[in-house]
């Protein structure tokens, strides 16, 4: 059966799939363009999970606001190539629209969600696509975004009072500084004992005496504490001010922060060129 090019342009335009592979559908469902939307889905199922073990460590960050909430996400893709791709950019457009009309409460209700949708940009890119991580903060008093150039980093800040200049100035420094908790209390208490290990085992290589060893200790924690604390470290729009008074001015607190870079926390293993050609290939 000869299959028209009309037909391949309308199974392409409703699938978003290549020419090539569209044609090749309608040839195997003698031009029924339903069934041949059908087969693609099935493959675009099947390739989706021949790919799901290769790492995606590229991509983007969406944020998503609404009166109530703000959600920050990230979308992964294999290499930044494909995060450039249009149908890739209009598959996190299509998220982000999603997080602003539905309230979705974890990565794995969003997964949900997009699921044949992603399966299907798998099959059009070639790539491994993921929906990795999402955050909800609620709008309590004001929530400031940040959302670098690039898309590879994003951050958002609730603060209890109505100031939206100073929650977008937080958002700024979230991302620029990446504190790993609110307030030094918040440390998680695996880490700090984690810390104090590597540094008492520094104090007792010095050779030191026990009380100038203790010193050196708590001075060490007491620093690190600081550079991860949000409220403890300097502004980074005026360094010799620390995030605790600028609050402080504005009779301001932090009430949550989240804050996403692509990729972080993934370990991509090294390919060499020959490698990276096949596994494209399968």
């Known amino acids: 059966m000869t299959i028209s090019a ?8 409703i699938s978003g799939v290549g020419m ?5 559908a309608l040839t195997e469902t003698d031009g029924d363009v339903e069934k041949a939307l059908d087969l693609l889905r099935s493959n675009s199922a099947l390739k989706a999970e021949k790919k799901s073990s290769r790492t995606a460590a590229d991509g983007l960050i969406v944020i998503a606001q609404t009166s109530d909430y703000s959600a920050l996400a990230e979308i992964n893709s294999e290499t930044d190539f494909a995060a450039k791709d ?8 299509e998220v982000k629209n999603h997080l602003e009309e539905n309230r979705v409460e974890s990565v794995e209700a969003l ?13 059009a890119i070639g790539e491994n696509i993921q929906i990795r991580r999402l955050d909800l903060v609620e709008n309590v008093g004001s929530v400031g975004t940040y959302l670098h150039s690039d898309s590879k980093l994003g951050a958002l800040v609730s603060i209890n009072i109505d100031n939206f200049d100073l929650a977008k ?15 030094q209390d918040d ?4 880490i700090l004992e ?3 290990a590597i540094y008492k085992k520094q104090a007792e290589e010095s050779g030191k005496n026990e009380k100038i060893m203790e010193k050196m200790v708590e001075g060490k924690v007491r620093r690190f504490l600081e550079e991860v604390s949000f409220v403890s470290q300097p502004f980074v729009k005026n360094p010799d001010q ?22 972080e926390g993934i370990e991509v293993e090294k390919k060499d060129f020959a490698s990276e050609v096949a596994e494209q290939l399968k």
């Open 194 to 196: 984690r810390e104090k």
């Open 111 to 123: 997964n949900n969600d997009f699921n044949e949708k992603r399966e299907a940009l798998v099959q």
């Open 242 to 263: 620390k995030i605790q008074e600028l609050l402080d001015e504005s009779g301001a607190a932090i009430v949550m922060m989240s804050r996403f870079k692509v990729g």
């Open 169 to 183: 100035d937080l958002a700024m420094h979230a991302a620029a500084s990446n504190p790993s908790c609110i307030t």
């Open 20 to 24: 090539m592979e569209c044609k090749k």
């Open 187 to 190: 440390i998680d208490k695996d």
């Open 86 to 93: 249009s149908k890739f950019l209009e598959f996190c457009n």
């Open 6 to 13: 009309a037909q391949v342009k309308e199974l392409r335009d």
